[in-house]
């Protein structure tokens, strides 16, 4: 039984290219939250999405950042003309349909921005 | 919006003896106290919640106990053993049809042999 998957695990990129992050949630998941986590400090929420449905993107970047989920395919975290900023590890959670509170976390990925 | 301050922010303690770490909120909506276990480079993993019709959980060397009308809510490891070194994260949400999470800062413990 697979847990959430995260690709890439780390990733590289120059100032101004394109990151793109996926996450495949676990079997039978039809939730993903995203959240950021920067140097030596917790987790902040970004993005709740469902299949094809973005529910809450309170705390989106308002440039530069978008979210989708898929009718077929893993969640995609776009972040467009990086900065060094980015520069963090971002974590996938998913959890059952409605009514679950739990969230288990995929693995993350680590995105450098040199 | 939610905000959840953690404290301390760094624990050392000796192999055997007890941990305590813990946690206040603000929003007196949050109804959803979950734990989170992180180590080095690795996923944060869930071990142990409470939800807000609950005063204390247990599961083996661990509890976690909730007062909501002081709005904190505190974890408690018991025999803490080296493994248990990681960074902890406590998080409240609103939960109604989905949970976003507000976590805190850390804790930063460590278990010496």
């Known amino acids: 039984n697979a847990g959430v998957m995260q690709n890439p695990r780390h990733l590289v990129r120059r100032r101004g290219q394109e990151a793109r992050l996926r996450c495949s949630p676990m079997k039978g998941h039809s939730h993903v939250y995203w959240y950021r986590q920067l140097p030596e400090e917790g987790l902040k929420f970004m993005v709740y999405?469902?299949?094809?449905?973005?529910?809450?993107e309170s705390g989106m970047p308002k440039e530069r950042f978008s979210a989708e989920f898929p009718k077929e395919g893993p969640s995609i975290l776009r972040i467009q003309q990086v900065v060094r900023g980015d520069s963090a590890a971002y974590f996938c959670?998913?959890?059952?349909?409605?009514?679950?509170?739990?969230?288990?976390f995929g693995p993350g990925t680590r995105l450098t921005v040199t | 919006g939610e905000n959840v301050e953690q404290h301390p922010s760094t624990l050392s303690v000796q192999e055997g003896d007890s941990a305590v770490i813990k946690c206040t909120y603000s929003d007196s909506a949050s109804n959803y106290f979950p734990w989170y276990k992180q180590e080095l480079g690795k996923r944060p993993q869930l071990i142990i919640d409470i939800r807000s019709n609950v005063g204390e959980k247990k599961d083996q060397r661990i509890a976690v106990t909730l007062n909501k009308t002081a709005k904190h809510f505190s974890l408690h490891i018991t025999e803490t053993q080296p493994e248990d070194s990681a960074v902890y994260f406590c998080?409240?949400?609103?939960?109604?049809?989905?949970?976003?999470?507000?976590f805190g800062q850390g804790t930063i413990l460590t278990v010496h042999p």
């Open positions: 998080a409240a949400s609103q939960f109604t049809s989905y949970g976003k999470l507000t």
């Open positions: 959670a998913s959890s059952p349909p409605a009514g679950t509170y739990e969230q288990y």
């Open positions: 999405l469902q299949k094809e449905n973005i529910i809450d």
